[in-house]
């Protein structure tokens, strides 16, 4: 388990050196995946207002490349909070621009 997230770890070091972040598309959705199996997710994501968001969005996608924050939002209520106000701030700011 801890040599786990240390591969993890390192991993995130290696892709985010360099003049921008790269995201990992397959560990995103994945990590989508893990999620939809939430009824309160599911609701989320076939919302019209918030289902863009987890395509096109680079911040809400970089929130999900952390299978330890998607693991938190999967069993912690506060943190579900937390993830759908930070979603509708993001929201707001694409209307915005």
């Known amino acids: 388990m801890f040599l786990h997230f240390l591969l993890h770890l390192v991993e995130g070091l290696f892709i985010s050196s360099g003049s921008g972040i790269v995201l990992n598309t397959q560990k995103i959705d994945k990590n989508i995946e893990l999620l939809k199996g939430q009824a309160w997710f599911k609701q989320l994501y076939e919302d019209e207002r ?46 915005q621009t």
């Open 50 to 95: 918030y289902h863009r968001l987890f395509f096109v969005n680079r911040r809400v996608r970089k929130y999900l490349q952390s299978t330890i924050r998607v693991k938190k939002i999967n069993s912690n209520p506060k943190a579900q909070q937390k993830f759908l106000l930070f979603l509708d701030k993001e929201v707001e700011r694409s209307h």
